[in-house]
């Protein structure tokens, strides 16, 4: 079953009238996270990553067409079951109030793994980037989000360069080192970076299979920041 087949079965008894809580797993009666199948962060994922993504969307003016289109293509999304996750996007992108509260949902649901919160920041980042840049509202959206799943600015930047120009980032930012680091320490790093991305381990902590689109993106990054850093150590 994919992922947008049981998304649909999770929220099928769901109102969509209602808060956005309901929608990111949470009974509205007591404020607390449902019990989803255990270690199953999934549907939630995705649920944070369409509800964020249409806020973000909305937040920077109208939610355009190449956004849904990118939203579609980047986590093959077909026609048939774009009908089952509309209705979802459709609620989230009426306002943009109240996103930093599904943001903190977000990691209290996923209990604070921090990997995979920023799978959800790569997942947005992907999406503001679907005009070949990343607006300055939707910028200023994806800290506040960073904030709240409790990450520093240089954190932040460090998920943000991965995602910019390849010309215009600094590759040490890209792999979150300073330029005084080793050769060996820098190769080190590297390579848990890599291992830390890589597909298996994604859908391991909980990002669906059709998602893999993130880790192709961060390893592809990080394989040339790495490349151009030791390209210049070696000129």
Sequence with gaps: MSIWERLSAATRELSLGGQLSSLLGFEPARDQPKRYAEADNEVPFTLGVIVLSAKMAKAD????????KAFKEAFKVSPAEMKQVAPLFNSAKR????????AERLVTIFRGNRKL????LDGLFHIAKADEEVGRQ??????????????????FDSIKAGHIDSAKRNPYDVLGVKPSISDEELDRHYRKRLEDDDAEQLVARGVPKEFAIIAQEK??????????????RSD
């Design 117 to 120: 919160l920023e799978d959800v």
């Design 138 to 155: 939707e910028e200023r959206f994806l800290s506040e989000v960073a904030k709240r799943f409790g990450f520093t600015t240089s954190e």
């Design 219 to 232: 390893r592809a990054a990080l394989r040339e920041a790495y490349d151009t850093i030791m390209k210049k």
């Design 95 to 102: 306002d943009a109030a109240n996103f930093e509260d599904d």
């Design 61 to 68: 003016g109208t939610v355009a067409s190449y956004e849904v």
